[in-house]
């Protein structure tokens, strides 16, 4: 029985995968390893035109093995990562002078040639052979990240081994070379690194980045890891001994759990609190006062740091503007979720102690 990804990523290819390249459905295995080592490296758009050059000049691997160099490197000028270049003129003379002019027809044989690793290998074997091997590349790692909501850094010998295991036990077996193809495509055309398309996406549902929105965050790498940094600033508005507390709804860290009234800032707030325009704006005309200001706390999540302070703010009149908040009582509190920065501050003896 097929995973239910693998079933929906092979209809959807079926019904509606019109991303239409030179090389797609090639079975010649010279024509593929040429895209693919072409492709290392460079965009789509970019290597196609190469590619096109390339077939042309050495329509078969005979051709290529006996040009002069020369020739090849000038054919692939401006294509950079001029390793590729030596490493396709050195496999192809291989391939002419130890297999007799036939491609190698296994994974194993073919990961042997020069210049070529498991994604390659993996790629030739299945398009060409039919072979059982998963293609892991960028678009699939993102695929793969995204849905199961990976954040071990893809460039790690840990990630690099949970991505393959997870894109082998992805594979359809009965149509590797298809499914290969079909679920790089959808990492190109749907499940984009960029403004992908989720509304379109077949695996919506089942997706973890789309349900906890960490779409944007993933996949990581280790050595770009950027940690994003948030500065959150609680306010504790205190009336009649209770105090507006709402339900996180956005999609976003945290999503469901209960804080405080919120105030997100990209930078530390410099002012008084008391003069913050944030709280001014809130208050209207209505008099409050800033009774408590906590300590700084920090809560280090995968991709993001998070900086949080807690102002305990006390007014005469209910605060209109808080619509989406909710009068809670310090008896309701035990029965709330809360992010672990806002339990760490209420989890201080003193703290409840301060807030009534």
Not at 125 to 132: G, L, M
Not at 236 to 257: A, F
Not at 327 to 345: E, S
């Amino acid at each position: 029985m097929k995973p239910i990804f693998t079933e929906k990523l092979m209809a959807w290819n079926k019904a509606k995968n019109d991303r239409s390249m030179p090389w797609k459905g090639e079975k010649n295995p010279y024509k593929i390893w040429l895209s693919e080592i072409i492709l290392q490296q460079t965009r789509v758009e970019q290597g196609l035109a190469y590619y096109q050059k390339f077939i042309k000049a050495f329509p078969t691997i005979q051709q290529l093995a006996k040009a002069p160099e020369q020739k090849v490197f000038k054919l692939w000028e401006g294509l950079g990562y001029y390793t590729r270049c030596r490493n396709l003129i050195a496999t192809a003379q291989i391939v002419v002078n130890d297999y007799k002019g036939i491609f190698p027809n296994t994974y194993d044989e073919i990961k042997k040639l020069k210049g070529i690793g498991p994604y390659t290998a993996a790629a030739i074997a299945s398009f060409a052979f039919n072979e059982p091997h998963a293609v892991v590349d960028g678009n699939v790692q993102r695929v793969i990240a995204r849905y199961f909501g990976i954040s071990t850094p893809i460039d790690t010998t840990a990630g690099k081994k949970m991505y393959q295991e997870l894109a082998t036990a992805l594979l359809d077996y009965d149509e590797p070379g298809k499914y290969n193809q079909a679920i790089m495509d959808f990492g190109a055309v749907i499940c984009k690194p960029q403004n992908p398309l989720c509304g379109e996406c077949p695996q919506q549902a089942d997706c973890e980045a789309f349900k906890h929105n960490l779409i944007k965050q993933l996949p990581v790498k280790e050595k770009s890891l950027a940690k994003k940094e948030r500065w959150f600033y609680y306010f504790i508005i205190q009336y009649e001994d209770k105090v507006y507390v709402r339900q996180r709804s956005e999609k976003d860290i945290w999503q469901d759990l209960h804080e405080f009234v919120l105030f997100e800032s990209a930078t530390p707030v410099q002012t008084m609190f008391q003069d913050l325009p944030y709280l001014k704006k809130l208050f209207g005309k209505h008099s409050y006062s800033v009774s408590h200001i906590s300590k700084v706390y920090h809560q280090q999540l995968t991709h993001q740091l998070i900086h949080g302070q807690f102002i305990t703010v006390t007014t005469l009149k209910p605060v209109t503007a808080l619509k989406d908040y909710l009068l809670t009582d310090k008896k309701q509190f035990k029965r709330l979720a809360f992010p672990r920065i806002i339990n760490t501050f209420l989890d201080e003896k003193t703290s409840l102690a301060q807030l009534f």
